[in-house]
């Protein structure tokens, strides 16, 4: 089958969470900090190709759950909330990151011709 | 749209690409070392949900060619060349990394029902 | 104060845990992938200055009771457990990660004169 | 010989170089974003124990010089400027990362007592 703009569209939006997972996921973490790591993690993958949109929550919760004794905990997976606009062509893909059902999962959410 | 079992497979090949890459860039590598890396790399991803079969394989000239000082660099995207299947549903999306016009590019190579 | 060759085969030993931990943290790994991500990440920072000698194990018993449902995990710190000797100059420092009281521990395990 | 204070306080100061470095390398950056990811990384180094102060500066002119035809490119260690001080018990350790003779070297600047 011919590769569409829209199968570019879609792969284009999975490099993206991909990447974003495993480049940050593991950074040092607390709940004073949370701010500035979602502003770099969500401005460093909006410098990507196709990126219209992003934005990245951390969970304080979370966070402030995973404390070690020394005040801090790595960036995990469940933590992000990450909701990205990715355009291709006339494509544009609505993705994210979520955690559900104890898993932190990427899932597309939506997906239009503009 | 309705998000099809298409989309889904070629955003779950996105992913894979996505995470190799950031995931892996960066460890220190030399010309002995090479073959054990793409095994773990290959291994580690093959590990993942829908991934059917992946090669992985380092450039050795490359990493001849940018050997520090000390005897070693570090993997940089450009000596990736990888190719991988990954089926979901009745889909198989083969896709690959590979240095061309000066990048390394991520891209489908390929798009079947099975 | 002079910074000496003690001080100096004591940095590099800190350098190397560090940078192992933060290179490969968040690998995908299952129970059958481990020896392979086990024998690539020590293959990795052997190549890297001063570094005499290194073993890594991955729990295995922590995998397998951290696999999610599509039978794979990441790494995770507490998984590591690293020895490593560092030689600079005459001073070879033993140095190592391991899980203790509830967090993945990097210690300075020996340092002698040879 | 007995691991002193000052040993440990080196050691620290190691892991936090090694850290940086393999945490961070790789994110997608470019000249308007470097900012936001220097003060991440900043602030994700900042909350590790031992951590009294640091500086990380990415290299303007490299990114500049590195940009893809896409607009943007990757943290590489010649683009890291690094000042750290970390302090263990009475040791002051003055740690960097700078770009010198070709490679992104990390160092001790200076050793003192508090």
């Keep these: 089958m011919s590769v569409t703009a829209r199968d570019n569209a879609v792969f284009e939006a999975g490099i993206k969470l991909g990447a974003l997972y495993h480049q940050f996921v593991g950074s040092?973490?607390?709940?004073?900090?949370?701010?500035?790591l979602e502003k770099a993690i969500s401005q460093s993958i909006s410098v990507q190709p196709y990126v219209k949109?992003?934005?990245?929550?951390?969970?304080?919760?979370?966070?402030?759950?995973?404390?070690?004794?020394?005040?801090?905990?790595?960036?995990?997976?469940?933590?992000?909330?990450?909701?990205a606009?990715?355009?291709?062509?006339?494509?544009?893909?609505?993705?994210?990151i979520a955690y559900k059902d104890?898993?932190?999962?990427?899932?597309?959410?939506?997906?239009?011709?503009?």
């Design 53 to 83: 949109h992003i934005t990245v929550r951390l969970d304080r919760k979370m966070i402030e759950e995973s404390l070690s004794a020394y005040g801090y905990t790595e960036l995990k997976g469940p933590m992000l909330d990450v909701d």
């Design 28 to 36: 040092p973490v607390s709940p004073k900090t949370a701010e500035s």
């Design 85 to 96: 606009v990715i355009k291709y062509e006339k494509y544009e893909v609505v993705v994210g």
């Design 102 to 114: 104890g898993y932190p999962l990427m899932f597309i959410k939506d997906l239009r011709e503009v």
